[in-house]
């Protein structure tokens, strides 16, 4: 399967602290997507980091990119309720073809 | 922008019943995803388009499911007869200017076929 992986699963944090989720993907990429989605709403793009880079940043999240271990991870700094919600990584292969999805990761920020 | 568009935001159905759902995509975009929810299998890409041809539609289920593209700002996701496992959640996306960019994504179907 070509499908993204994200570790952990789920994770529960205390509001103010950072959370971090990890991605990894099996075939080469163009570029790497970070997705949220909010309890019964759409999917919402965070953030595209491509082959060529190695950091992106976009306000409170950091996300990096380690083409050689087939990995990315994404880092929310000063963790709000807000930001409870499932987080997906994606990849493409090119820039022609489809995005795949892995299955999230479940963040619950408490209070 | 008024982002991508989709309906009925909620359908109930019984089963056998044919199912329409309808997807308009932000204005200029070329691409067009048709996605599946469920707590069991995630996220499922069922069929997507570019320029209005379908390019992939390996995801779909069966032949009870068709999908067309009549033109750039409009798609539907048909299921006939549809069955109780076809209860999930419908995603329409959109993007530009190549496949592999970043989708925005409508704010889906739910579905449920008693």
């Known amino acids: 399967s070509q499908q993204g992986e994200e570790d952990p699963q789920a994770l529960s944090i205390q509001e103010g602290e950072n959370a971090t989720m990890n991605c990894s993907y099996k075939?080469?990429?163009?570029?790497l997507q970070w997705y949220r989605q909010n309890s019964g709403r759409g999917l919402v793009h965070l953030i595209l980091?491509?082959?060529?880079?190695r950091e992106k940043h976009s306000g409170r999240l950091r996300v990096t990119l380690d083409t050689s271990k087939k990995s990315s991870s994404l880092l929310i700094t000063a963790s709000r309720a807000a930001d409870t919600a499932s987080y997906f990584c994606?990849?493409?292969?090119?820039?022609?073809?489809?995005?795949?999805f892995g299955k999230g990761t479940r963040l619950h920020i408490l209070p | 922008d008024a982002g991508v568009i989709q309906s009925p935001r909620h359908e109930v159905t019984e089963m056998g019943q044919e199912v329409t759902l309808r997807c308009k995509p932000i204005?200029?975009?070329?691409?067009l995803f048709w996605y599946r929810q469920t707590m069991m299998r995630g996220l499922e890409l069922l069929i997507y388009?570019?320029?209005?041809?379908?390019?992939?539609d390996s995801g779909m289920p069966e032949d009870r499911f068709s999908a067309k593209m009549p033109n750039a700002s409009f798609s539907t996701l048909k299921i006939q007869p549809s069955e109780p496992r076809d209860s999930a959640v419908y995603f329409c996306?959109?993007?530009?200017?190549?496949?592999?960019?970043?989708?925005?994504f409508g704010p889906g179907t739910r579905l449920l076929v008693l």
């Open positions: 204005s200029g975009h070329n691409s």
């Open positions: 996306a959109s993007s530009f200017p190549r496949v592999g960019e970043t989708q925005y």
């Open positions: 075939t080469s990429i163009n570029n």
């Open positions: 994606a990849h493409a292969r090119n820039r022609d073809d489809k995005i795949i």
């Open positions: 388009f570019n320029n209005n041809v379908p390019i992939d």
């Open positions: 980091i491509r082959s060529n880079e």
